[in-house]
């Protein structure tokens, strides 16, 4: 990944910033990106990794927000390598309950956003005849979850534009795959009580939740492998064994 460019969206802290400093590890240059401003200090462990970052204030559901993002990119970097949308937001209550607003709010971000921000970095990507785009769904999304029907649409539609997106792409040498996490230790499962967290675990066959390393490590892997696209790679201990 040396001197390759990466963007990640949702990338002030969690998962995204995970996956941001795995990436910089290898040597690329990072795009970090969210809806609000940062403390510059947030680039800091970029700087001392000796790559070259930049943050793009944007929100990626806005159509205008996601093109300069990926135009601000092209003209800084030159290229874009990879694309790591990972902008998700949630709003779980249960059906009978939930408004419209709360089900549009959340297909916007994770659904719509990355529809943005693929069309944008699709027409980068087709003029360099390479490029790999990592889409963050949820294991959710494959097997769907009480009190999370607009959380678990939204991801399910993110596993068929990736689908959709690799079909289109392959042709140019460009890959588009899918990450579907289960529990990882993160500021969305730092707030169930323990109580919650222990039954949550007797789910998993490994009997414990995920780090942000090991979804950071599985963008990694599937970044530098282009023999892959099309798939949806299970973060998730062994909750959902696909056959």
Request: with cysteine; aromatic share 4%; hydrophobic share 45%.
């Amino acid at each position: 990944m040396e001197n390759k460019t990466v963007i990640v969206t949702g990338s002030t802290r969690g998962i995204g910033l995970g996956i941001a400093l795995a990436f910089a590890k290898l040597g690329a240059n990072i795009v970090l990106n969210g809806r609000k401003e940062i403390d510059p200090a947030l680039l800091e462990p970029f700087e001392q990794l000796g790559v070259k970052s930049h943050y793009i204030q944007g929100d990626v559901q806005n159509f205008e927000d996601a093109k300069r993002l990926i135009a601000e990119t092209r003209e800084i970097f030159g290229s874009i390598d990879v694309l790591v949308n990972n902008a998700g937001v949630t709003n779980d209550k249960l059906l009978m309950r939930m408004s419209e607003e709360d089900f549009d709010s959340v297909i916007g971000v994770n659904l719509k956003g990355t529809f943005h921000t693929i069309q944008q970095v699709s027409t980068v990507m087709l003029k360099q005849k390479s490029g790999t785009i990592i889409n963050l769904a949820s294991v959710v999304g494959l097997v769907g979850n009480a009190g999370q029907a607009n959380y678990a649409a939204s991801k399910a539609g993110v596993v068929g534009l990736t689908k959709s997106v690799a079909r289109e792409l392959a042709s140019r040498g460009i890959t588009c795959n899918a990450i579907a996490p289960g529990f990882i230790e993160s500021d969305m499962t730092e707030v169930l009580s323990d109580k919650v967290k222990e039954a949550s675990k007797t789910q998993i066959p490994l009997k414990k939740f995920g780090s942000v390393e090991d979804v950071a490590n599985a963008a990694v892997f599937l970044a530098t492998n282009k023999y892959i696209t099309g798939q949806v790679l299970n973060v998730d201990g062994g909750m959902v064994m696909n056959g």
